[in-house]
């Protein structure tokens, strides 16, 4: 089975719950801090490929929900300057297994190493109504 490096925002449940599905297909996760890593521009770029820039976004970032950013107003060199400052626009997870990258739960490789394992809902968020939202993990103590 493969090793799949895993950058999700600590304590987010729908990524705890994307680790373990990967877990259960039998693969070795190694979860990473999206919010903490050192990005740089063009090391982003290989986890989005060819999708349409408004796909890079996290529908659920803050400042994506409240309107402040407009996904689908923004050029490349624009959207991953936005990601550098703020981590949390970036779409999580983003996934790495054998030289082969992505951003979302929803495309390769991450298809083929559930293979046809359960894909029940594990790429949108387990709280979408929840007040308080979860926690910055940069601020919580």
């Known amino acids: 089975m493969a090793t799949v490096l895993f950058y999700q925002k600590p304590g987010c449940g729908t ?3 994307q680790i373990h599905a990967l877990e259960a297909a039998g ?3 190694v979860a990473k801090s999206l919010l903490t890593e050192p990005w740089t521009a063009p090391d982003l770029m290989t986890f989005f490929g060819d999708t349409p820039v ?3 976004f996290n529908p659920a970032a803050p400042r994506v929900k ?3 950013v ?3 107003a923004i ?3 624009g959207a991953l300057a936005l990601m550098l400052d703020d981590p949390l626009l970036i779409r999580r997870p983003l996934v790495e297994a054998d030289g082969a990258r ?4 929803d495309r390769e490789p991450v298809l083929s190493l559930l293979g046809s394992g359960s894909r029940d809902d594990l790429q949108g968020c387990t709280r979408p109504e929840a007040v308080p939202r979860c926690p910055d993990p940069l601020t919580a103590t």
Do not use: L
């Not at 992505?102 to 739960?105: M, Q």
């Open 70 to 72: 407009d996904p689908a």
């Open 54 to 56: 408004a796909s890079w």
């Open 27 to 29: 693969h070795q996760v």
């Open 75 to 77: 050029d490349a060199a």
């Open 66 to 68: 409240s309107g402040e």
């Open 102 to 105: 992505c951003a979302g739960f």
């Open 15 to 17: 990524n705890a719950r």
